[in-house]
């Protein structure tokens, strides 16, 4: 898995202040933010409406990710958060699994209870193979290429772009991570993007709360 910033809304904490400031302000947004006054004052502003769940000030707050090496059963898990979530994914449409242009296999995910047991691992593994020998079959007979995908698993990997703001970000993190029960693939997605976030907006931390330990890395194939 790789999750890259792509861009990033500078000065999450003067947006923040002046988006909230508006509300109450006699002074246009365009005042209050040529403006603004000491980094406290922003700050205490800031902790207040986050700390009270009043959040729509937040949603001008944006990041773009780049996120590559992630499964199809990933996929599925993080589409489910819609609301101030964008997405653009790599099509099995129109990206060729054949073996002759992936070396071999489809790039593919797998979890770290079958990476760590061989004899787990090696039926993964030929199933991935039955998998790939069907697809090339399937397209050898002219097959599109947007139907013999339906013979591949899951595990598939696959690259996205996707943009949300801070109040869908903090939404997700608490579902994924803080809260018991998610996935490991998709906690280790969020979290990721969770710190990324926090080494440009350090200020945030304390609305992150700690993640839950995770077990084994996760390997590609």
Request: aromatic share 8%; charged share 25%.
């Given at each position: 898995m790789?999750?890259?910033?792509?861009?990033?809304?500078?000065?999450?904490?003067?947006?923040?202040?002046?988006?909230?400031?508006t509300?109450?302000?006699?002074?246009?947004?365009?005042?209050?933010?040529?403006?603004?006054?000491e980094?406290?004052?922003?700050?205490r502003?800031a902790?207040?409406?986050?700390?009270?769940?009043?959040?729509?000030v937040?949603?001008?707050?944006?990041?773009t990710?780049?996120?590559?090496?992630?499964s199809?059963?990933?996929l599925?898990?993080?589409?489910?958060h819609?609301?101030?979530?964008?997405?653009s994914v790599q099509?099995?449409?129109f990206v060729s699994?054949?073996s002759d242009?992936?070396q071999?296999l489809?790039?593919?995910?797998?979890?770290?209870?079958?990476a760590?047991?061989?004899?787990?691992?090696?039926l993964?593994?030929?199933e991935?193979?039955?998998?790939?020998?069907?697809y090339?079959?399937?397209?050898?007979?002219?097959i599109?290429?947007?139907?013999?995908r339906?013979?591949?698993?899951?595990?598939?990997?696959t690259?996205?772009v996707?943009?949300?703001n801070l109040?869908?970000?903090?939404?997700?993190?608490?579902?994924?991570v803080?809260?018991?029960?998610?996935?490991?693939e998709?906690?280790?997605?969020v979290?990721r993007?969770?710190?990324?976030?926090?080494?440009?907006?350090?200020?945030?931390?304390e609305?992150f709360?700690?993640a839950?330990p995770?077990?084994?890395?996760a390997?590609?194939e």
């Amino acid at each position: 898995m790789q999750v890259d910033i792509l861009v990033m809304a500078p000065d999450f904490l003067r947006i923040i202040w002046c988006a909230a400031r508006t509300c109450y302000s006699a002074r246009t947004p365009q005042e209050l933010w040529s403006k603004p006054p000491e980094r406290e004052e922003m700050l205490r502003l800031a902790r207040k409406i986050l700390s009270s769940g009043h959040w729509s000030v937040v949603e001008h707050c944006t990041v773009t990710f780049a996120v590559a090496g992630v499964s199809r059963a990933l996929l599925a898990q993080y589409s489910r958060h819609r609301i101030g979530v964008s997405l653009s994914v790599q099509s099995q449409r129109f990206v060729s699994e054949r073996s002759d242009y992936n070396q071999g296999l489809f790039d593919a995910v797998v979890p770290p209870s079958v990476a760590g047991r061989p004899e787990a691992l090696a039926l993964y593994r030929e199933e991935l193979q039955r998998a790939q020998k069907a697809y090339d079959a399937l397209t050898s007979l002219g097959i599109p290429k947007e139907d013999a995908r339906f013979v591949l698993p899951n595990a598939a990997a696959t690259n996205f772009v996707t943009t949300l703001n801070l109040r869908s970000l903090l939404d997700i993190y608490h579902k994924r991570v803080a809260t018991p029960g998610a996935q490991w693939e998709i906690r280790r997605l969020v979290r990721r993007m969770a710190e990324l976030v926090l080494e440009r907006e350090p200020w945030l931390a304390e609305f992150f709360p700690p993640a839950a330990p995770e077990g084994t890395e996760a390997v590609q194939e």
